[in-house]
């Protein structure tokens, strides 16, 4: 079942200007909260690294606001239920994104991630997240966001984000047959080079 509730929270179809997905992630958040509250941390700990990841990344960069506070319900669940050994830092993730901070989408992208990206624990998910699904997506302020995003992540990691994510963009900035992740690989390129600049003025 896991596999497919972490597939469920990231479904999201291009339909023309649109997509379809929203009804999908919001149901996928409401079943990883019931999971949370139905079974003991002991049962739940092989899973819960997975589904956190997934809620997390959710709750920062979802395009929908009800799908980022559905998700954010579903981790204080996990905080609460699962206690602090399976959920690491959980009490500070829910205090710098709570339910009326993440209604801020620009705020989830440039404020929030980086602040929950600076636990180790989470922060390899995060870049994941953003640089494989988010430079790709058919809303071109998503793509922005998550370049911009990228951008302040670099500074935290700049040595993850140079083995790993700069080979990606590089080649996909050049994709002659997806026009959005050409568009949101460009824009990455640009901000994560702009701080890695930065960061060798700072040296």
Same mark, same amino acid.
């Given at each position: 079942v896991i596999p497919r509730i972490v597939e469920a929270i990231q479904y999201d179809v291009p339909r023309r200007r649109t997509s379809v997905g929203q009804n999908v992630r919001d149901a996928a958040c409401y079943t990883c909260w019931a999971l949370a509250r139905a079974y003991a941390p002991d049962v739940l700990q092989p899973f819960v690294r997975k589904?956190?990841?997934?809620?997390?990344?959710?709750?920062?960069?979802d395009r929908e606001v009800n799908c980022r506070r559905a998700a954010s319900a579903a981790f204080q669940e996990m905080v609460g239920r699962q206690g602090a050994k399976?959920?690491?830092?959980?009490?500070?993730?829910?205090?710098?994104?709570?339910?009326? %901070? @993440?209604?801020?989408?620009?705020?989830?992208?440039?404020? +929030?991630?980086?602040?929950?990206? &600076?636990?180790?624990?989470?922060?390899e998910s995060i870049i994941? %997240? @953003?640089y494989v699904v988010k430079l790709a997506h058919w809303? +071109?302020?998503?793509?922005?966001? &998550?370049?911009?995003?990228?951008?302040?992540?670099?500074?935290?990691?700049?040595?993850?984000?140079?083995?790993?994510?700069?080979?990606?963009?590089?080649?996909?900035?050049?994709d002659e047959q997806n026009m959005a992740?050409?568009?949101?690989?460009?824009?990455?390129?640009?901000?994560?080079?702009?701080?890695l600049e930065g960061i060798e003025r700072h040296c």
């Open positions: 589904l956190n990841l997934s809620v997390i990344s959710t709750f920062l960069f399976n959920v690491p830092h959980g009490i500070a993730i829910l205090t710098a994104a709570d339910f009326y %901070t @993440l209604g801020n989408r620009k705020s989830s992208y440039i404020n +929030i991630a980086p602040k929950i990206a &600076s636990f180790r624990e989470y922060r994941d %997240t @953003l809303d +071109i302020e998503i793509r922005d966001l &998550s370049s911009k995003s990228l951008g302040q992540l670099t500074i935290l990691d700049p040595e993850l984000v140079f083995r790993k994510v700069l080979p990606f963009v590089m080649e996909h900035c050049l992740a050409r568009h949101g690989c460009t824009m990455a390129l640009a901000e994560i080079v702009a701080s």
